[in-house]
């Protein structure tokens, strides 16, 4: 008689299909790509660091202008006249319990309320522009690369055009000369339109080549041989097979391109085509706080520190969401 089978170790652990025949079902289960990816994410705790800062941010941007100070309020009184800067706090920059951040010198604006609200302006702006370059490009993109042919070589050339474009002096004219009145809007509502037109429409080669990339690839793959052997047509392969599998691609892209459209739109600002003052935005405090940068340096650092924060915290995000869902990093 054939001595019985010993189970030694875990119940899975290199076992006979007898013995596995047996073991609770419930213990043995496959993870789908989103739950790899998620729990590779977790365990990158510097890309959980920057998720969380731009968690934190976004949630400023909505909701931080109903809890600070009007950021248009002049506070005279905090301000010296004889030096034209705040009376008092570190480096006379007027820092107190009621003003955390301190105030701006002359106006005796409340610089925390300009922060939170120049979060609002920059956060929407490249989040808007972000889309629209996301939906251009992804759409140019697929088209260029799955159907080959004059049609990529004629999409490939309007990219090269569109890349080699002077972007930031046609953005510095083109907001400089549209009026202050059209499309049904005025004011600084008009000004965020041109700015994510502008921003958006011309910055779609960018995520249009590396999509067009990803798309000259997938469509060469057996699935999609497979698919189209089953007679299925072209718009069912690109949206059943195709843009399922750029998903990934897109969100990386997504968030490493925000970031660059808050330095786009911050520069803007800097050179005064952004939104029109007194409304706060982080490019314009930078532009207030030039010429007074060698007495009170702490104009320029806090919304200098401001911008750097937002733009490392999606970098750090986009990386380590890059490297969850790329399947031969490590």
Known sequence: MAAPIEVSGSDTEAQPESVLAGVDRKKIQGRSL???????????????????????????????????????????????PTYNRPK??????????????????????????????????????SFLATLMSVIIGTTMGIIAGFFGGWVDYVISRAMDAFLAFPLLLFAIALVGVVADDAFGLSGNNLRVSVLVIVIGFFNWPYIGRIIRGQTLSLREREFVDAARSMGARNSYVLFKEILPNLVAPIL???????????????????????VNPPTPSWGGMLTLAVPIYSSDPMYMIIPGMAIFITVLAFNLFGDGLRDALDPRSR
């Open 34 to 80: 989103g739950q790899i990816a998620w729990l590779r994410l977790r365990r990158d705790k510097v890309a959980l660091t920057g998720a969380l800062v731009v968690l934190l941010l976004i949630l400023l941007a909505i909701f931080g202008p109903y809890f600070v100070q009007d950021p248009l309020k002049y506070n005279q009184n905090l301000i010296d």
């Open 88 to 125: 008092s706090g570190f480096w006379h920059s007027g820092i107190s319990s009621e003003h955390w951040l301190g105030v701006e010198p002359g106006t005796g604006r409340d610089m925390l309320a300009r922060i939170v609200h120049g979060a609002r302006i920059s956060l929407l702006v």
């Open 252 to 274: 990386v892209y997504s968030t490493l391109l925000i970031p660059t459209n808050i330095l786009f739109e911050a520069a803007l600002s800097f050179l005064g085509v952004g």
